[in-house]
Nanobody, 122 residues
Framework: QVQLVESGGGSVRPGGSLRLSCTASGIIFGVHTMGWYRQTPGKERELVAFISPTTATTVSVIDVADSVKGRFTISRNNAKNTVALQMNSLKPEDTAVYYC???????????WGQGTQVTVSS
């Protein structure tokens, strides 16, 4: 059974930082692209960032949404089956439910976590 369990969400003031973490089980972590998406009420889920695995023939690919570029950083630890999203200089418009994802192809998640709420408000 595949499980993606997020942690680290919460409330923070504008300009603050949060670090989200996702622990995966039930998948071969090293061959999956891991990502973070977010969703607000009435809007579609949108990509925040993803990081693909490094293989014998390819280097890891990282994609970050323009809206968070320079503020958010994604990283993965294959030994611990975790993917993290470091979020700095948070803005009210970053408020959303953040979802961890895993997929065998870029931009195509196969699995989702349950989501964690991030609220940025003064």
């Amino acid at each position: 059974q595949v499980q993606l369990v997020e942690s680290g969400g919460g409330s923070v003031r504008p300009g603050g930082s949060l670090r989200l973490s996702c622990t995966a089980s039930g998948i071969i972590f090293g061959v999956h692209t891991m990502g973070w998406y977010r969703q607000t009420p009435g809007k579609e889920r949108e990509l925040v960032a993803f990081i693909s695995p490094t293989t014998a023939t390819t280097v890891s690919v990282i994609d970050v949404a323009d809206s968070v570029k320079g503020r958010f950083t994604i990283s993965r630890n294959n030994a611990k089956n975790t993917v993290a999203l470091q979020m700095n200089s948070l803005k009210p418009e970053d408020t959303a439910v953040y979802y961890c994802s895993a997929g065998r192809k870029l931009y195509t998640p196969d699995y989702w976590g349950q989501g964690t709420q991030v609220t940025v408000s003064s």
